[in-house]
């Protein structure tokens, strides 16, 4: 059986067999996750890749595989399995038994081993924690993907001493400054500061900007709905409904209700870009008590859909107890979620700020503020910097407050001083779309 899911061991050749590989090849937009340059490839590893769906973990393998048969590996050195098809533990462990017997025959002492979906199977861990335990994989190094669910569930903490030099990678949506390239607008990236220095002279692109930005606003960051919109001009509902049942298999696996999580999201939805409480969740759109609203908020917070912005005051102090600001990280869960709670799309200015929320916050510390005027998105630093995003009439102004000395305006389409489009902003904002966390030894 293992054999079918890996012709290179037959020829290098025949990676183009593949289905996976076949579907990346034939795509009419593709790209290189920034990931398979994060896994550690030096034995021992184990690495977690893990991630909403449709963000392209299960193609990041394949061109793993891709890379190693290039820098010319021992094909049968690299096994790939993907586990979707297995019930439990116990036939995961069947499969790892028998590339441990194949790699003996074939006189293979170190190993690639890249196991995709391995949360399909029940108590999957528990087959791979014995095999680490009998120092099956010494030499080895183990690339495992997994939905969303293995992270919350705190399944990754459960191999303290087991990691050697793995590393735990959390995908997400490209960002918007990836999502132009793909369509070949090259513009230099770099940090905030880069950013704030030298946008003037990229002003000439906006209006290429913008048009791939409205694209962006429909389709995020998620690769199938980058795609159906190219082929399209929208996103199917087949990838829709695909991301829906997947986020609806995570809650079932995680055992929460179905019900309360949607109102939880009906609420994000509905209140956008604005304030609110845990209490508005609660008491406006049902969600249990108190406790029960920030329970699920929290879940969407594990499950790596949700930013949570707290409050600030001007010396940069977070007031806790103040009421947040909930924005989803991606404008395709909104438009998905959307359909599935029956609410209406929030306006395109809410979506731009959302993203400007989700940017920010993958490279800063990100709050905001309401002291003498509210202020979207306070990066805080050494000092504090603001940005405001207004697509209406725009009027340039210089504010100071507090220790906040520069408060910037995202607009559509203005551009001065202190006045950037936010199309262009995000362009040259470098955001990866991979995020390495912390492993719990």
């Known amino acids: 059986m293992i054999e079918e899911y890996n012709p290179w061991w037959i020829s290098k050749d025949r990676l183009t067999e593949v289905e996976l590989y076949m579907k990346y090849n034939e795509a009419e937009i593709k790209w290189t996750p920034d990931v398979i340059d994060k896994v550690s490839l030096s034995p021992y590893s ?10 392209g973990k299960s193609t990041a393998l394949i061109l793993l595989v891709k890379k190693l048969l290039e820098e010319n590996a021992n094909p049968k050195a690299i096994f790939y399995f993907s586990c979707d098809r297995l019930a439990d533990y116990k036939e995961l462990d069947e499969v790892l038994e028998e590339y441990i017997k194949f790699r003996k025959a074939n006189n293979i002492s170190s190993s690639f081993i890249f196991l995709d979906e391995i949360t399909y199977p029940r108590e999957w861990y528990r087959a791979l924690k014995s095999r680490i335990d009998k120092g099956d994989f010494k030499n080895d190094v183990l690339v495992v993907t997994g939905s969303l669910s293995m992270s919350a569930k705190r399944e ?12 735990n990678l959390l995908m997400l949506p ?7 390239e793909l369509f070949n607008v090259k513009v230099q990236k770099g940090g905030l500061d880069f950013v704030l220095s030298n946008f003037m002279k990229n002003i000439h692109l906006v209006s290429e900007l913008n048009d791939l930005f409205e694209d962006y606003l429909i389709t995020g960051g998620f690769p199938n709905a980058i ?4 082929k399209f001009g929208k996103v199917s509902e087949g990838t ?22 949607k109102l939880t999201i009906k609420g994000i939805i509905e209140r956008t870009s604005s304030e609110f409480s845990y209490h508005t969740l609660s008491r406006s759109f049902g969600v249990g008590t108190v406790k029960t609203a920030i329970s699920y908020v929290e879940l969407l917070q594990k499950l790596y859909l949700l930013k949570v912005l707290e409050q600030v005051d001007l010396q940069g102090n977070v007031l806790s ?26 306006e395109e200015s809410r979506i731009a700020e959302s993203v400007v929320i989700s940017h920010l916050s993958r ?10 005027g ?3 998105a306070v990066i805080k630093g050494e000092e504090l910097i603001g940005f405001d995003v207004k697509f209406g009439n725009v009027k340039a102004e210089r504010k100071i407050l507090g220790r906040m000395k520069k408060v910037y305006i995202l607009s559509k389409d203005k551009a001065e001083e202190n006045v950037i489009p936010v199309s262009l902003f995000l362009s040259m904002l470098d955001v990866p779309q991979s995020v390495e966390l912390k492993v719990l030894s």
């Open 46 to 55: 184990l690495n977690f890749i893990f991630g909403p769906r449709q963000v």
């Open 156 to 167: 990754i903490e459960t191999f303290p001493g087991r990691r050697g030099k793995g590393k």
């Open 174 to 180: 490209l960002s918007f400054s990836k999502y132009a």
């Open 227 to 230: 795609r159906d919109f190219v």
């Open 240 to 261: 829709i409904d695909d991301f829906i049942s997947s986020i609806v298999s995570e809650v079932n696996k995680l055992k929460r209700s179905e019900t309360f999580f």
């Open 321 to 346: 107890r103040k009421e947040k600001k909930f924005y989803f990280i991606d404008p395709f869960i909104y438009r998905s979620f959307s359909i599935w709670t029956m609410t209406n799309v929030p």
């Open 363 to 372: 490279l800063y510390d990100t709050f905001y503020t309401k002291a003498k």
């Open 374 to 376: 509210e202020v979207d």
